[in-house]
Structure formats: C-alpha cells, structure tokens
C-alpha cells in the first residue's frame, strides 16, 4: 500500500470520528440538499439495484472461498457529479448479496451498454468482455490506447487490451475511465467482468513500466465529482437469493446505515495484507486469544476465514464437527444453546461477533448442499498456518454486521456498528 499523499491530512480530519457527531451528520444532511438544489443529477444516495450470483460450478463454498484466499497471498490479483455551484457530492449504488459474490449493473459507452459486473475489493480494474453472450460494445466514447494488460482476478487470469470509456454507476458518470477489454472465457455464465474497487497498487505490474492504473474511484476524484477517495459498504445479514441488501456510498459514508461512531485505522504494514484491504485484528473466544495477526477485509470472499491453527481452536472450543457436504462446521442445538460471543478486536476497539452472527443462514442452507434444519457455522480454514502475513480474511458474513469504509486517499480502513450487528437473523 502506498503512503500518504497530499491530500491525507484533509481526510483524517474530515472523516475523524468527530464528522460523524449529530451537529456534522445535520452538515452533511445541509450540504446534500445544496446539492440537490443546483445540480442536474446530484443525489445523496445514487441507488443501483443490483442481483445475487450463485454459481458454485461444481465446488463448495469453502473450496471456493479459499481458493481464492491462496491466490490472494500468492499474489495472483496483484500482478456524485459536480453541481453547478462546485459542491462534490456523495454517491452510493445499492448492492445485493448472492451467497458467493455480489454484482452491479454497470454502464460503458454511450449509447451505454449494460454488463454484470462483480464486486471486489480485491481487485482494481474494471474488466469487460469475458461473457461471449454479452461482449465488450465499442461505441462513440471508446478510446483504444494500443496498451496490452495482463491481469488475474478471481474468474481467472486474463490478458486484454486497455480502452479508455465513458463509465457509469447508479447516476454516477465518469469519462475516459480506463477498463480492460478481454475475450470471451468459459465459465462466467451470468457475469460480464469484474468492478475492481480495491487499492490502484494492485493494478502496479500489469503494463510496461510498472505505472499503476486509475481506479473508478480515483477517476471520480480526479474528475472533481466526489469529495474524497472513499468507499463506504452497508451490507444487511443474508436471508435469500434474490433481495438488493446492500448500498455502496462513493466519496464518502452514509450517516443512516450506521450506529454511534466509526472507528478509523490505518491500513496495515505487513505484506502481503497490506496490497488490499488490509487491517490488524485480534480474535478471541470465551476469553481465550485466537488469533493476533494482520489479514484482509474483502468483498469477493463469502466466510470468514482464519489461519489453520486458529481454526483448529475455535472448533475444538465450541465442539463443532466438519460437515464433508458443505465443508462447514456443524453443530447440535445444544451446542448453539452454549455459543459464546466471537470478539473482533480492531484498532483497540471491541466489536462482537453474536452467537446467531456465526450461523451459516439456515434459509439458504439448501443453496450450499445442507440439511434444510442443520446448523452450519461460517468460520472456517483458511487453509494456511498463521504467521504468513495473510492469516484472515473477514468476508462478506463479516460485513453484514459491520459497516465498513475504505479510504483509499490516506489510506484507512473504517468500521461501525449497525442495525444488524446484534440482530437475530439466522
């Protein structure tokens, strides 16, 4: 991750915990309606329904889950409007969760053409065309720069050619948004691409010269639409296939998705934690240390997902068993009777983990090959011991309960409490 630029200390200022007081929350809710008032498009929360995507082809979700988790720390990924009056706003698209990954309807060129893309904060680019259904259109707006990129993300590894295009998401337009175009690949039945909206590091290595590439975010910043290079992420607890439950906010944070104040840390110094999304974190477990160590919060991984070691005392210390159908842990309802609380501590702050909030949702247990009254839980191996620098990833079961903000600009990662946090929904 890189270092500070010019425009850190404005960031840590302006997104302190302090902003999020009622006095600023009733500023921020001022400055939307000025907005409103002198813009043609602004909105405070630019909405995008979007659909869940389920395609385990053929694999579990925990084969899926940490597979990906390998690849990660091998390093295969790595290689608003403006208003009249100059105000940048804050812009959000709504998100829905599919069990395994979330997608957003995104617009390319104009006439626009729609493709699915999948959400990632694990990744940076934004790349087109692997869908031989629904392929990369060239319209009025694209720009061919002749550049050759080659990239891995979590469809594949691809080589494609960089364009330069007009890109929109919800009512959120960006020109001249560089994106790879690839050709068609099997086995991307319902997704166009990839909505990369992780560190612009990751994109470092992908062309000659090793420059990294603007990200959608940074363009959105560049082109003075957004007030800063933050990424706000509301998630609700999964109960179905088919609801949008979720909302990403471009520019800044929602000030409705979230309880009492955000807790701001910066993005952690250990390799290879510190390419994405990376935070320090202790985990404990009816009093006893679990895990202390460095790891990833991430969009594109469903569980949450802790070192070989970690798991090994977890399971051992609620009595679980390994269910060899869907690779999770299963216990009896007498064991669930006696969970106890999972503890995030994070920046020194204690964010809990709910008895209920480590159920696999027994509403889609049918969805990953369990029984329809089992009870699965969604803590599980992560497939490597600690001490490798990449010893947890906090999922998308992580980010139901917790609102979450990546800011890019300092760069910092942030974490709320929500209505959902301590709900029982599983």
């Known amino acids: 991750m890189k270092g500070q630029n010019h425009h850190s200390s404005e960031l840590n200022q302006h997104f302190s915990c302090q902003m999020f007081s009622q006095t600023l929350a009733c500023f921020l809710c001022a400055l939307y309606a000025v907005a409103v008032a002198t813009s043609v498009v602004a909105r405070e929360n630019i909405k995008l329904p979007l659909r869940r995507h389920l395609n385990l082809t053929g694999h579990t979700i925990v084969e899926s889950d940490r597979a990906r988790a390998l690849s990660l720390r091998a390093g295969h990924l790595h290689a608003g409007t403006k208003s009249s009056s100059g105000a940048r706003s804050i812009a959000s698209a709504v998100i829905t969760n599919t069990a395994v990954s979330y997608t957003a309807e995104v617009q390319i060129g104009s006439p626009a053409h729609s493709y699915t893309l999948l959400l990632d904060t694990a990744s940076s680019f934004i790349l087109v065309g692997i869908s031989s259904d629904n392929p990369y ?10 550049q050759e990129i080659s990239t891995s993300n979590r469809l594949g590894s691809f080589f494609g050619e960089e364009f330069l295009d007009t890109v929109t998401i919800g009512d959120l337009t960006v020109t001249d948004q560089p994106i790879v175009v690839v050709k068609p ?8 691409g990839i909505l990369g909206l992780g560190p612009d590091d990751l994109t470092e290595g992908s062309v000659p010269g090793g420059e990294s590439i603007p990200t ?23 109960t179905s296939l088919s609801a949008a439950n979720g909302e990403l906010t471009f520019g800044g944070v929602d000030p409705t998705r979230f ?19 990376g935070i320090d974190q202790s985990l404990s477990y009816a009093g006893r240390n679990i895990l202390t160590s460095s790891g990833i919060v991430d969009t594109g991984t ?3 997902l802790i070192a070989t070691d970690a798991f090994s005392t977890y399971q051992a210390a609620v009595g679980a068993t390994l269910d060899p159908i869907t690779g999770l842990l299963q216990i009896t309802s007498e064991q669930f009777a006696d969970l106890q609380p999972l503890i995030f501590t994070i920046g020194g702050q204690i964010f809990e983990f709910t008895p209920n909030a480590q159920l696999w949702p027994r509403a889609l247990n049918a969805a990953v090959g369990g029984e329809a009254d089992g009870i699965y839980l969604i803590v599980n191996d992560l497939g490597t011991p600690s001490g490798e620098g990449l010893d947890f990833i ?4 992580f980010l139901e309960r917790f609102y979450t903000v990546f800011d890019s600009g300092t760069p910092q990662f942030g974490i709320a409490t929500t209505l959902f946090t301590d709900a029982t929904t599983n």
């Open 394 to 397: 906090n999922g998308m079961v």
């Open 216 to 238: 959608f975010i940074d363009t959105a910043f560049l082109e003075d639409l957004i007030p800063a290079k933050v990424l706000g992420i509301s998630f609700e607890p999964t």
């Open 137 to 146: 259109v060239k319209t009025s707006t694209s720009k061919d720069t002749g």
């Open 185 to 192: 690949s099997e086995g991307s039945e319902g997704v166009d």
């Open 302 to 304: 469903t569980l949450l």
């Open 259 to 277: 309880t009492g104040s955000i807790k701001f840390v910066p993005i952690t110094s250990t390799s290879p934690s510190n390419e994405f999304v």
